[in-house]
């Protein structure tokens, strides 16, 4: 291999093109080729080498006593903590002959030395690890809106006044800002008037400019902070049907407004266009006309290196306004404000990016006549279906008798559950607790939590049950065991589904509200019950699989075939094998966190 294929190799492999031309040079320099013959042991407890490998062919399993507990492959690099440490826990032994390049431990030590970047990415945390290779993964994907902060957009000054201050004054004080918007403060927080509530609330009612604005002005303003990602800002203009919001600083001062003409000028696809379109649809082909692009941004945002977290929380608020639309389209109005309609399971927590199925309910004031419902909760499975929304093969569809009752008789149903559990009850209640109402009365919802987290009261051995589902899958502890002739894995049962099971467990003891599984990371974060790190590992990593999921719907899409949830693992390129071994890791640890904190060996 000539120096300049040498050199081409090198830099393709993470961390070192980070290194300097003369750096590298000197890296090539004291680098040499060598062979292995399967079995042969590298490195040991016993055995400390001299030098650092760069696999060129073959592969490498690092042992835990006698368990593989990972593999290396083409351009893996192994093992930095024992030229660093002069130790090591682990054997690392050829499994497949071996053709490596050799860099000498005083080389790389002195790049270690010579280079930060270098050193940090051998040095940091799991955590920040994650964080280096997804950038170095995506960076090429991502366009300039998807890393902007509200800061990059056009903020409008703010005219902000006073709660006692003359309306006539403030009007004044606006034409001088040149803003239609006026800001009012009012101890720490702050409301909003606007050309439109001026009309309404003065013109119309007659009232005298001499009021002082806090007679008129809503509160309170939604508000953004300034260093949130612009994208956030976007989801936030949707979800509230809002044209405008404040933006504060992390002290919660008020830095300006950022208007929603000049969101969407930062972005180029067509949500807004969307979004308006269900707002205006009359009737349920317009309506259904109005959603189908969904799927096109989803496409569009994806191609731009959008995160999952973002694209499902804005794909999130687009299908709750299609729900939202329909109950007020399909259900009478007399019948709407005694009901609501309910989305759960992965719908519920927002976390479900491409329609796979449907999972939702009614719940109905009790003393309440169910069976007046039951034709219009039909049509409403059969219209989302025409709107290609698949049906659930579980049969957990409002269309469905059972998702379909009083408040009382669901109160009845999750005893049951908690008093008889089995395995179904225990999917039932996982799937009813991540509901969240999108139509109707949500007070109803908001009284079955109530009286469920009340009977949960000291219920130790159901929860323990309840959480052991997050052990149902195993997890690989090595790309080995997943690098089969098969090619796949699934990635929600091996990955996805122990963070969402394990949070979920967590959230339902802690009595959190919240549905979605990276809200609820961060509650049981302030809360204590998740250490820092553990949070932030659980967040890159519920982000890697789920990205790589996304992507492989996608790519099921392109090739018209089903959307099922296995990826192709010969297809991941290094860095995504990468990404996923550590994930990999930390949903193993997070495993053996969920048993202990459960005491779930106590009930096995």
């Known amino acids: 291999m000539s120096l300049q294929d040498q050199e081409a190799f090198l830099s393709n492999i993470h961390p070192f093109e980070v290194l300097t031309q003369e750096q590298l040079d000197t890296c090539i320099k004291h680098m040499d080729i060598a062979y292995y013959a399967k079995d042969s042991t590298l490195i040991s407890p016993e055995k400390i080498p001299n030098y650092f490998f760069i696999i060129i062919k073959g592969t490498v399993y690092e042992y835990k006593e006698d368990e593989v507990v990972m593999d290396y492959h083409q351009q893996d690099s192994f093992d930095a903590n024992s030229l660093i440490y002069g130790k090591s826990k682990n054997t690392f032994k050829v499994h497949e002959d071996l053709i490596c390049y050799e860099l000498e431990k005083k080389t790389f030590l002195n790049l270690l030395e010579n280079n930060k970047a270098f050193k940090d990415f051998f040095l940091e945390n799991l955590v920040n690890r994650i964080k280096t290779l997804k950038d170095k993964e995506y960076t090429s994907q991502l366009s300039s809106f998807m890393i902007a902060k509200v800061d990059d957009a056009l903020v409008h000054d703010a005219c902000v006044v006073e709660e006692d201050t003359k309306l006539l004054d403030a009007i004044q004080k606006s034409m001088e800002y040149k803003t239609s918007t006026i800001i009012v403060k009012r101890d720490d927080e ?158 519920g927590r927002n976390e479900q990016i491409i329609k796979t199925d449907q999972d939702n309910a009614l719940v109905i004031k009790s003393g309440v006549d169910v069976e007046q419902y039951r034709p219009y909760m039909e049509k409403m499975t059969e219209t989302l279906i025409d709107f290609g929304y698949p049906p659930c093969e579980g049969n957990i569809m409002v269309s469905n008798p059972f998702w379909c009752k009083t408040v009382d008789e669901y109160k009845k149903e999750t005893a049951r559950w908690i008093e008889a559990p089995d395995m179904q009850n225990y999917m039932d209640l996982a799937i009813f607790f991540d509901s969240y109402a999108v139509a109707g009365d949500k007070e109803l919802l908001i009284n079955l939590k109530d009286d469920l987290f009340n009977k949960l009261h000291d219920k130790d051995v159901f929860m323990a049950y309840f959480a052991k589902a997050t052990l149902t899958f195993d997890t690989p502890s090595t790309v080995a065991n997943f690098m089969t002739k098969k090619h796949t894995i699934d990635i929600k049962k091996t990955a996805v589904f122990p963070i969402v099971q394990g949070i979920r467990s967590l959230a339902l003891r802690e009595r959190i509200r919240e549905t979605t599984t990276v809200r609820r990371i961060k509650i049981l974060e302030q809360r204590k019950i998740l250490e ?3 949070a932030d590992e659980l967040l890159e990593a519920f982000d890697v699989v789920n990205t790589l999921r996304l992507n492989a719907h996608l790519e099921y899409l392109r090739e018209n075939k089903e959307v099922i949830n296995e990826i192709d693992t010969h297809s991941l390129g290094k860095i995504e094998r990468d990404l996923l071994k550590d994930s990999f890791k930390i949903v193993i640890d997070f495993k053996k966190f969920i048993n202990y904190t459960f005491k779930i060996d106590k009930i096995s």
Not at 238 to 265: A, F, H, P, T, Y
Not at 268 to 284: H, L, M, P
Not at 307 to 331: F, P
């Open 190 to 347: 702050y409301g909003i008037i606007t050309d439109s509530l001026l009309k309404v609330k003065v013109l119309l009612e007659g009232r005298d400019l001499s009021i002082p604005v806090k007679e008129i002005a809503i509160f309170p303003l939604m508000t953004v902070f300034n260093d949130d990602y612009l994208f956030d800002a976007l989801s936030v203009l949707i979800k509230r049907n809002i044209k405008r919001v404040g933006v504060v600083n992390s002290q919660g001062e008020m830095q300006g407004i950022l208007e929603q003409i000049d969101v969407l000028s930062h972005f180029a696809n067509n949500t807004y266009i969307v979004d308006t379109q269900i707002k205006k649809s009359k009737t349920i082909d317009a309506l259904k006309n109005s959603s189908k692009d969904l799927l096109n941004i989803i496409k569009s945002l994806q191609a731009k290196g959008v995160k999952v977290h973002h694209i499902s929380n804005l794909i999130g608020q687009l299908n709750t306004k299609v729900y939202k639309k329909l109950y007020k389209l399909i259900v009478p109005e007399e019948l709407q404000k005694d009901a609501c309609f309910i989305v759960m399971g992965s719908e």
């Open 532 to 534: 820092k790190d553990r």
